[in-house]
């Protein structure tokens, strides 16, 4: 609002406007206020004219600062304009201000120096970003989404194509760079760092040197991509990698190590793994120069007599406490009884290069009895395989039911013939029935508590729900672009995307899970009025109340004027 002096034949007028967008182009004044005349005003105040010019703009102050209801006059004849916006995504908001919070002005800025480009790549990759958490789509489509923000793109959907070979050249100075930056918004817990690889299918036919036919995580029988994910002890991812479909994830870890150390600084750390990833040349590469690892141990693939042992009744302990148990064979044959508790017992493993190693060897009756109830689920879809003959094993599902079916071919004398016997294996039952509630690591931390090397090893559930977000919650796969460099940039948007989402994770704090986080911020709506303001669309939780308390600013009034909205898009970009 501001003050209009209106001059109309020598005598002046004082009223209090505003602007009111009424379509995209056309723009109208609106009188909220008439003063009088200054000359009245005058008389009556007993001021000069200046006197009275600063109490009226005074009074238009009052205005813009008030916080009186406003009273909005709509009418139900009144078509709305052709075309016209009304509805704006504002989860963006809290994505931005973790964006700026992590310098990328700066990343980029440095980037502009180093290439030739007319386009704003800084808000390109946002917007990507943005998207990718609110309305994952394609490059194409996540145009479209961005024009649904409270801030238009300044770009145009070519460039997006163009500014993702430019990212992709890119890719390991922004990761780089991210890395640092993201040590001014939180406190990075480094001392642990989490390993994982997994892989991301293209809907072609026709492989090519980087989309190459592998074994799918998700049992597709398209190309795959495979990326490696570095995560902090807090679950904060901190680089990534990508390589070919067709290649061992094994020897992956080492080059992605060493950028690591050379490019980010880091030197002492514990790599922890799964079974996988711990190989022996990668827990040798983890026993030197101050760093170290704990990796998941297959108790399946030890030695017989080494497994013998690892799996005996002798030398139990409580994790709770340390104590010794001498009914270690009671707590397997009731684990019902023993629920609430976690044994163990540590033995050197007899490694084939890394000398002296530790192994841990836990046993958990809970997730023994869990076990056994998934397993007879199992068993009862065996047997409807059995009454109905049908028992072809899937080689690439370990969890097949099949597996539970035995077939022979017998005569009804009992010898070899054409006539298939279906019945239940109860030697692979008993078998595999063997190793529930069990679980081993391997780790050279052999000075550390078994309770902290136990914690570690637990947290590697958060780089495999990373893996989860980001398939399924932000939709990174199937990819849709086709040239590698394209590619490449693709999975640095997803990377991003699901760092600042960690981020803002980290700062809401616990209490709320991934789901509840993110459709929130999806359905963070805006209705605009003109001339008036933002009505807000979502609905007020304590989530939406905590997310508001940690960024600093409030759009759960039942008006958010134009001129605070302005002001707190402002203070995200700070």
């Given amino acids: 609002m501001r003050l209009r002096i209106k001059n109309d034949n020598g005598i002046e007028r004082l009223y209090i406007e505003k602007s009111v967008r009424i379509s995209k182009t056309k723009v109208t004044t609106q009188n909220v206020e008439k003063l009088g005349r200054v000359d009245e005003?005058?008389?009556?105040?007993?001021?000069?004219?200046?006197?009275?010019?600063?109490?009226?703009?005074?009074?238009?102050?009052?205005?813009?600062?008030?916080?009186?209801?406003?009273?909005?006059?709509?009418?139900?004849?009144?078509?709305?304009?052709?075309?016209?916006?009304?509805?704006f995504r504002a989860g963006y908001l809290f994505l931005q201000d973790i964006y700026y919070s992590m310098k990328m002005k700066n990343i980029f800025r440095n980037i502009e120096k180093r290439h030739r480009y007319k386009f704003d790549l800084d808000a390109i990759t946002s917007d990507l970003i943005y998207a990718r958490i609110l309305e994952p789509t394609s490059k194409r489509a996540s145009y479209k989404v961005a024009e649904t923000f409270l801030e238009r793109p300044n770009y145009e959907e070519h460039d997006i194509y163009r500014g993702l070979s430019i990212l992709a050249e890119e890719l390991d100075y922004i990761q780089a760079e991210v890395y640092k930056n993201s040590n001014f918004v939180i406190n990075r817990n480094n001392h642990v760092l989490y390993y994982d690889c997994s892989n991301f299918y293209f809907e072609i036919e026709q492989a090519d040197d980087l989309r190459k036919y592998g074994k799918s995580k998700e049992h597709r029988p398209n190309p795959i991509v495979q990326m490696g994910l570095f995560m902090d002890g807090d679950g904060i991812p901190i680089a990534f990698n990508l390589f070919d479909?067709?290649?061992?994830?094994?020897?992956?870890?080492?080059?992605?190590?060493?950028?690591?150390?050379?490019?980010?600084?880091?030197?002492?750390?514990?790599?922890?793994?799964?079974?996988?990833?711990?190989?022996?040349?990668?827990?040798?590469?983890?026993?030197?120069?101050?760093?170290?690892?704990?990796?998941?141990?297959?108790?399946?693939?030890?030695?017989?007599?080494?497994?013998?042992?690892?799996?005996?009744?002798?030398?139990w302990h409580r994790l709770s406490d340390g104590k010794p148990v001498s009914n270690f064979e009671e707590i397997r044959k009731n684990p019902e009884e023993y629920a609430d508790e976690i044994f163990y017992k540590e033995r050197i493993h007899d490694g084939n290069s890394v000398l002296g190693q530790l192994m841990i060897i836990t046993y958990s009756p809970a997730y023994a009895l869990y076990q056994k109830l998934v397993r007879q689920a199992q068993l009862e879809r065996a047997e409807k395989m059995i009454a109905l003959k049908n028992a072809k094993k899937q080689r690439k599902n370990p969890n097949d039911p099949a597996r539970f079916?035995?077939?022979?071919?017998?005569?009804?004398?009992?010898?070899?013939?054409?006539?298939?016997?279906?019945?239940?294996?109860?030697?692979?039952?008993?078998?595999?029935?063997?190793?529930?509630?069990?679980?081993?690591?391997?780790?050279?931390?052999?000075?550390?508590?078994?309770?902290?090397?136990?914690?570690?090893?637990?947290?590697?559930?958060?780089?495999?729900?990373?893996?989860?977000?980001?398939?399924?919650?932000?939709?990174?796969?199937?990819?849709?672009?086709?040239?590698?460099?394209?590619?490449r940039a693709h999975f640095l948007t997803c990377y991003l995307a699901l760092l600042i989402y960690r981020i803002l994770e980290k700062k809401v704090g616990n209490g709320f899970t991934s789901d509840e986080i993110i459709y929130t911020l999806r359905d963070y709506n805006l209705l605009k009025v003109n001339g008036e303001g933002y009505i807000p669309e979502y609905r007020r939780t304590p989530l939406t109340d905590r997310l508001h308390e940690v960024f600093g600013f409030r759009t759960d009034t039942e008006i958010v004027p134009t001129r605070k909205l302005k002001s707190i898009i402002a203070s995200t970009k700070k």
């Fill in 41 to 87: 005003l005058m008389k009556s105040k007993g001021m000069s004219r200046d006197e009275v010019i600063a109490w009226a703009k005074q009074r238009v102050d009052e205005l813009n600062e008030s916080s009186s209801p406003l009273l909005l006059s709509l009418s139900p004849t009144a078509p709305i304009s052709m075309d016209e916006q009304r509805t």
């Fill in 245 to 315: 479909g067709a290649s061992n994830e094994q020897p992956s870890l080492k080059p992605a190590e060493k950028k690591l150390i050379q490019e980010f600084g880091f030197d002492r750390f514990v790599v922890c793994t799964d079974a996988g990833l711990g190989s022996e040349a990668n827990r040798r590469f983890n026993d030197i120069n101050g760093r170290s690892f704990v990796v998941t141990q297959s108790l399946k693939k030890l030695k017989e007599d080494e497994r013998l042992s690892a799996m005996d009744n002798t030398n």
């Fill in 405 to 487: 079916v035995k077939v022979t071919s017998v005569t009804d004398d009992g010898e070899i013939a054409q006539k298939k016997l279906y019945s239940l294996d109860e030697e692979a039952i008993e078998k595999e029935a063997f190793y529930d509630g069990f679980y081993a690591v391997c780790t050279n931390l052999i000075d550390d508590s078994v309770k902290d090397i136990i914690s570690v090893s637990e947290g590697r559930w958060k780089i495999e729900e990373s893996f989860r977000i980001m398939k399924t919650d932000f939709e990174s796969r199937p990819v849709y672009v086709s040239r590698e460099d394209r590619i």
